[in-house]
């Protein structure tokens, strides 16, 4: 794992394209994986996962501590693009297609301690469960259970988001709960 973590953080796949500063977290013993977007400026430049308004808003939905997120035994961080994409019209532009497919498996493939896989947004959504999504990312949110025990399918947790929030009240009242509830049994669990 150590060998293949430092390999990932040499990576310059797109190096023709943005400038790499690879940011993954994940240890042998990892027992929730976190697969979100991308680095934002902020974490590219930090090397830290998470380290933005998006991390805090996702460790209040997990109900866990800095020292908890930032434990590798306890969460990987395995984002679809492992560096800042660049900017784009509205927003950052969607993460690089190179990473998930060169890194994700292997990566897996390391980790035997797996109990739950967190896809945040559609990119991981759209990879990971393929035509298992349904029609919008609200409807496969929304279908959340569908996709367990394995996987538990989450909106970016960006503060651009906020709208959306407002107007699917049921995610904080009906799923947040289960999410805490599982993480919290997971993290709890000897061993």
């Known amino acids: 794992m150590k060998k293949l973590l430092e390999d990932i953080r040499k990576c310059d796949l797109c190096k023709d394209f943005i400038h790499p500063n690879p940011v993954v977290k994940a240890n042998k013993k990892s027992k929730i994986i976190i697969i979100g977007q991308a680095p934002g400026t902020k974490v590219h430049l930090s090397g830290i996962p998470w380290d933005d308004a998006s991390g805090k808003q996702l460790r209040e939905w ?17 984002p679809m693009g492992f560096c800042y994409p660049g900017k784009g019209k509205s927003g950052d532009l969607p993460p690089r297609k190179e990473c998930a497919p060169k890194w994700h498996d292997l990566l897996f493939d390391e980790m035997a301690n797996v109990q739950l896989v967190l896809l945040i947004g559609m990119y991981a959504q759209n990879y990971y469960l393929k035509n298992q999504v349904k029609r919008t990312l609200t409807e ?3 279908n959340f259970e569908e996709y367990l025990p394995t996987y538990f399918v989450l909106p970016h947790p ?10 699917n009240t ?18 709890n669990e000897i061993g």
Do not use: C, M
């Open 158 to 167: 960006s503060p651009r988001n906020r709208f959306w929030f407002t107007k």
């Open 140 to 142: 496969t949110v929304h």
């Open 170 to 187: 049921w995610f904080e009242k009906d799923v947040l709960p289960i999410l805490k509830t599982k993480v919290h049994k997971i993290i």
């Open 62 to 78: 997990l109900d866990v501590s800095d020292e908890q997120f930032y434990d590798a035994s306890i969460f990987g961080i395995i």
